[in-house]
């Protein structure tokens, strides 16, 4: 168990350091936007390319892996939405930031500095396969279901919408490091010893940058309100989720130890900032989506550890269907 603390430790106390810091010092949240910037436009960018130019082309291509992962955060974003509908009376809006808040994990600040703490550098393809993935099912869920809602004000065509959806997927800055990763990967390309050196500054400032901005985000939107569903989020994001996802890559294939440890801790994590962003922009359950990234990113300190533990003592098998 201590080898496991060791590891969470420092894990999470760089985001209570973040969270204990913005409520001392006391700036705005507007004061993170450049350390923000810093994280998504540079710094787990060049992480991605660090380690996926260095990878084996064929550990790029399964394919398998990716449906098992995506399907699965696909299932718990539609069972989600399901209860959400029936308990808010058929509100697709409202039942929609849900459905993100139970199936959209932190797996953009928090998943790969975990993953490569707790499983080293093989867990960087599956990682990157699962943000790509996951990120793009998100990317046309959201806007798709606040149009069919009424919700988005822009009254776009479908031929629109796409473009909004492919502009949005191919602009990201951790799928655009992706692409140049694997192309470099493919063409076995090396940048020179200079730019290599700053490309591991870089990388190696990504994980904890990111956990102390996320600790400050936590602390500067205070929780007002607990939404009744709240349950029902804890529960299917930090619980449901991994174990949907787990027997879905036991069933779908032989995958090494590692990737099915990899997706089933991505599919674990807390829900993601960007839910409570998705919320802002279309102006709907704001401050309960705020207070499902508190709690859940709270309550995984513990379902997390736990998960760690079972996976590094062998009390749970990389492979239900051997």
């Known amino acids: 168990m201590s080898n496991v603390v060791g590891l969470v430790l420092p894990f999470f106390g760089l985001i209570l350091l973040g969270f204990v810091t913005a409520k001392i010092v006391r700036q705005k949240l507007d004061a993170l936007g450049w350390m923000n910037t810093f994280i998504i436009f540079v710094a787990l960018p060049a992480l991605f390319f660090n380690l996926l130019s260095k990878t084996p082309v064929e550990e790029l291509t399964q394919w398998r892996f990716v449906v098992g992962a995506t399907f699965g955060t696909y299932i718990v974003f ?15 809006a409202e ?7 139970a ?3 932190n797996i953009g600040y928090m998943g790969p500095g975990l993953a490569l703490l707790a499983f080293g550098e093989e867990a ?23 149009a ?3 919700r988005d004000a822009s009254h776009r065509t479908p031929v629109q919408l796409a473009l909004d959806v492919a502009k949005r997927v191919f602009t990201h800055p951790f799928i655009l490091a992706t692409m ?5 990967a493919v063409i076995s390309f090396r940048p020179p010893a200079a730019a290599q050196t700053l490309l591991d500054y870089l990388a190696n400032a990504a994980a904890p940058c990111a956990l102390f901005a996320m600790g400050v985000t936590l602390a500067l939107r205070p929780v007002n309100r607990v939404p009744a569903d709240m349950a029902f989020i804890v529960a299917i ?7 949907i996802v787990y027997v879905l890559l036991s069933w779908l294939g032989n995958f090494p130890p590692v990737w099915v440890y990899s997706g089933v801790l991505l599919a674990a994590l807390p829900t993601a900032t960007n839910v409570f962003v998705i919320a802002q922009q279309y102006g709907v359950w704001v401050e309960r989506a705020s207070a499902s990234v508190l709690i859940t990113t709270t309550t995984s300190v513990l379902s997390v550890t736990g998960l760690l533990y079972a996976m590094t003592n062998g009390l749970l098998p990389p492979d239900l269907f051997p």
Do not use: E, Q, W
């Open 78 to 92: 539609s069972l989600m939405f399901v209860i959400a509908i029936i308990r808010s009376r058929g509100d697709v």
């Open 95 to 101: 039942s929609t930031i849900k459905g993100l808040a």
């Open 103 to 105: 199936a959209y994990g």
């Open 124 to 146: 960087v393809v599956p990682v990157a396969l699962v943000f790509c993935f996951d990120n793009t099912l998100h990317f046309v869920i959201a806007p798709l279901m606040m």
């Open 148 to 150: 069919l809602s009424g």
């Open 180 to 184: 140049i990763g694997v192309g470099a």
């Open 237 to 243: 994001k930090l619980a449901v989720h991994p174990a």
